[in-house]
């Protein structure tokens, strides 16, 4: 057995979500996952259709973005995971896509407010959109760039509090503790999108919820005396 079969295993079983939750079509897609103890991250190969995407494809890169295994090229967005994983130290996996109604609120440049107790649940927080990419930035590293802005709309965010953002005019970037559960985010991401829409589409006035429902049902699941759920 390979010293990284067990994290390319879990990538691919995260990158193959994607189609089974609706968040992308063909190839708009892709997941990694950080083994930071190994210094390493795997990521889907780009371009590979899902129905064709098999685990022995899945690409390990190093975190100078060099790859460490692998025959395929990374996914193109490989420069912005990289840049994702140096900031953000907590977290352990990411998952980009192109679901609808995540990336009409990106293209739209609008964060998605806290509406209802659904958003709640997972963060008392917005969902923030970036400002748009400047000239100069897409036209250098592009993708390192994208990192890099993500990573300056979160300096005075906890990205553990909100996995959650939109890239004005391309999409949705979601993490958490590793490859599964930022594809889980990134699906929750999706509904509350949607949901808001919908929201804005019934009352176009609609107001957030007030702090105290939001804080509620945040503490609640997430909260040091939360809740929710089993122990």
């Not at 609706?22 to 899902?50: C, E, M």
């Not at 064709?52 to 973005?65: A, N, R």
């Not at 049902?217 to 909260?223: A, F, I, S």
Request: net charge negative.
């Amino acid at each position: 057995m390979g010293r990284y079969d067990k994290l390319k295993e879990s990538v691919w079983e995260a990158n193959m979500e994607i189609p089974a939750r609706n968040l992308a079509l063909y190839t708009w897609g892709n997941v990694s996952q950080i083994d930071r103890h190994a210094g390493v991250f795997a990521i889907k190969p780009s371009g590979v259709p899902y129905e064709k995407l098999q685990v022995e494809d899945i690409v390990v890169m190093d975190l100078q973005g060099e790859i460490v295994e692998g025959s395929l090229r990374p996914s193109s967005d490989m420069a912005t995971h990289l840049v994702l994983y140096k900031t953000f130290e907590k977290i352990g996996g990411i998952t980009h896509t192109h679901s609808p109604h995540a990336v009409a609120w990106a293209q739209a440049g609008k964060s998605v407010p806290v509406f209802g107790t659904t958003h709640a649940d997972h963060s008392h927080l917005p969902i923030p959109c970036t400002p748009m990419m400047a000239k100069e930035q897409v036209t250098g590293n592009y993708e390192h760039e994208t990192g890099v802005l993500i990573a300056n709309v979160f300096a005075d965010i906890n990205p553990v509090e909100q996995p959650m953002v939109l890239v004005a005019g391309h999409g949705p970037f979601a993490w958490g503790k590793d490859a599964a559960a930022s594809v889980y985010n990134a699906v929750v991401m999706e509904e509350i999108c949607r949901m808001a829409w919908i929201t804005l589409g019934v009352n176009p006035q609609a107001q957030p919820l007030p702090d105290y429902l939001t804080e509620k049902h945040y503490q609640r699941k997430h909260g040091p005396n939360a809740y929710y759920g089993q122990k």
